[in-house]
C-alpha cells in the first residue's frame, strides 16, 4: 500500500476534511514526511497545477466535491441541463487528471434522492454519468447518511454496480463514513474484495488516524487479505494543524503498513 496525503486548491473547502490547503505547504511536507502521493481537490479543471510543480510526487486521485461545493451541480439533478453540466465538469476534470495518471473521485456529486424524485430514478441518473464517463478511472464512493441517501455501505455499492453493469467504476472506502455506516468495516471490505479501488484513511471523527477510536488493526488485515494494494490517503481535519494531522497520518502509515 501507498500513501497519500489530501490537498484542497480551493477556498470554498476551507472548512473541509482536507490536511493542506496550499500547494507549496503540501509539496514542501509531504516529500519532508515520505508520502507518496498528493490527493488533490481543485476548485475548476484549469486550476490543477503544473506536474512539474508537485517536486516528483505522484498523485493518488483528483476530487470532484467542487462540482457540488462550488457549482452546484449533480448527477442526480431534477435539472436535466445540471446534470449534462455535471458530467462535463467530470469529462474536463478526468483530461487535466490524465496528466498525473490519476483517477475522479465522485463523493458529493452524486447528490440524493427525494423531493418528488424517486431512488431508483436518482441511481439510473448516477449509473447512466458513470457509463458515460466510463472510459475514464472513476473512483465511486459512498458517504454516510447525512452527505448522501443513495449508496452509503459497500456492500449497496458493489450491488449498485452488478445491477447497472458498471464495469469501469471502483470503490472508495473511506473509513470515517464506513465508521458511521458499517456493522463491521474489515467485513465489509472482505465482502466488497476487489471492488475496493482506494481508501480515505481517516479515524472515527475524522481527525488523522490514532486520533479517534476506530480499531485500524482489522480493517488494515482485511485490504492485505483482499490484496489492496493502493493508496492509504489522509482525508482528515487539519487538527490541530496541518503539520500535526499529517505527521501521525505517516505514523499510523508506518505502523500499519510497513
Ligand atoms: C469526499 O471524499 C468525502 O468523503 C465527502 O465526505 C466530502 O467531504
Ligand atoms: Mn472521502
Redesign the pocket.
Known amino acids: 500500500m501507498k500513501s497519500a496525503v489530501t490537498v484542497a486548491l480551493d477556498p470554498c473547502f476551507a472548512a473541509?476534511?482536507f490536511v493542506f490547503h496550499d500547494l507549496p505547504t503540501a509539496v514542501e511536507q509531504a516529500k519532508q514526511l515520505g508520502f507518496d502521493a498528493l490527493e488533490l481537490f481543485p476548485g475548476d479543471p484549469q486550476s490543477l497545477p503544473d506536474p512539474a510543480a508537485l517536486g516528483g510526487l505522484a498523485v493518488s486521485a483528483v476530487?470532484s466535491?467542487a462540482g457540488w461545493v462550488k457549482h452546484k451541480l449533480s448527477f442526480t439533478s431534477p435539472d436535466a441541463d445540471v446534470r449534462r453540466k455535471a458530467k462535463q465538469f467530470v469529462r474536463d476534470l478526468s483530461v487535466a487528471a490524465a496528466r498525473f495518471n490519476a483517477p475522479v473521485?465522485i463523493?458529493?456529486m452524486q447528490g440524493r434522492w427525494g423531493d418528488g424524485l424517486t431512488r431508483d430514478e436518482a441511481l439510473g441518473w448516477l449509473a447512466e454519468a458513470l457509463a458515460e464517463l466510463g472510459d475514464v478511472p472513476l473512483l465511486y464512493?459512498p458517504?454516510?447518511r447525512y452527505?448522501t441517501n443513495l449508496i452509503c455501505t459497500l456492500a449497496d455499492g458493489v450491488d449498485f454496480f452488478t445491477r447497472f453493469g458498471l464495469t469501469n467504476v471502483k470503490l472508495?472506502a473511506?473509513l470515517?463514513?464506513m465508521n458511521i455506516e458499517e456493522a463491521d468495516m474489515a467485513a465489509a471490505i472482505r465482502s466488497a474484495g476487489s471492488h475496493v479501488g482506494h481508501v480515505?484513511f481517516a479515524d472515527s471523527n475524522r481527525r488523522a488516524v490514532g486520533g479517534g477510536h476506530t480499531d485500524l488493526g482489522p480493517v488494515l488485515a482485511a485490504l492485505n487479505d483482499v490484496g489492496y494494494a493502493g493508496y492509504l490517503s489522509a482525508?482528515v481535519f487539519p487538527l490541530p494543524d496541518s503539520v500535526a494531522a499529517a505527521t501521525a497520518t505517516m505514523t499510523a502509515f508506518r505502523q500499519f503498513v510497513r
Open positions: 473541509g476534511p476530487g466535491g473521485i463523493g458529493s464512493e458517504l454516510n452527505e472508495l473511506d470515517f463514513h480515505h482525508e
